[in-house]
């Protein structure tokens, strides 16, 4: 009969973590989140790409026909595009990353998952569908239209990653303050709604009054349009947009929304 001593030091898969839990976890949110939202419908997946790009295609051609000559370049769905597209990214990432705990809660009581598995699930589901739909709809807008654009990858790319990343640092600080704070959804949600007017989608920020100018510079959203729109017009220079203070915006706030759903996760998800 063995001794304890000879007894292996732990038995098999005691104290071992599995290997990419985390990565594991995070990929079946992500099927999950599919599955319930596009796994119903006729179509499938195939609408979340559609959906958006059809709203693009019908509000550019309606503003088109009102503004036809943009303020750069020859073709206002294009313009409008560069506009809408990074503005579209931060927003419908932030209103997935705000809303996660909510949409994962039942999934939140297994030990396995973590809050931090469902942020970064929606962050990542949505950022590859708005990425995909933003190709599709700049390749077939330069194929049809009558332009001779030389793009630059540079700006544009980093105004995406710019716009991700504001998109998933304000929403994680909002999924901390909904979870606290309910009331601070609608709030959040009528204060922001001149955003869209006020992030140089339908202009450019240098054709505005100085006075206006001074107040919109502390807009981020202004540096990550006036970043994509200098990738798409080789001619044109940005010289207001500050990456630097996008980025800086997005990292501070990005802390504070992590320490917040570190601190208090149970007791959002306990409420």
Known sequence: MASPSDLPAHTPGAGHHRSFAAFRTISALMLREMSTRYGRSPGGYVWALLEPLGAI??????????????????????FYATGFLPFS??????????R???????????PAVSWIDAVF??????????????YLLMAGLLMVTDTRTVLDIGPIVTSFTLAMLLGLA??????????LYPTWEV???????????????????????????????????????????????PMYRAQYVDNAYVLTVSLVTLLFGLLLMRRFHRDILND
């Open 57 to 78: 295609l019908i509000l550019g051609a309606g503003f088109s026909l009102i503004i036809r000559n943009p303020p750069i370049g020859n073709s206002f769905l294009i």
């Open 170 to 179: 304000i929403g994680t600080l909002n999924c901390a303050l909904i979870g």
């Open 121 to 134: 699930a929606r962050f990542i589901l949505n950022s590859l569908t708005n990425i995909l739909v933003a």
């Open 187 to 233: 709030i959040w949600s009528i204060a922001t709604r001149p955003l869209f007017l006020a992030s140089a989608i339908f202009f450019t920020f240098d054709s505005l009054p100085r006075a206006i100018q001074d107040i919109l510079w502390w807009n981020p959203l202004v540096h990550i349009v006036g970043e994509m729109r200098s990738g798409f017009y």
């Open 89 to 98: 990214l931060y927003q419908n990432l932030s209103n997935a990353v705000a």
């Open 100 to 110: 996660a705990i909510n949409f994962s809660r039942p999934l939140l009581m297994y």
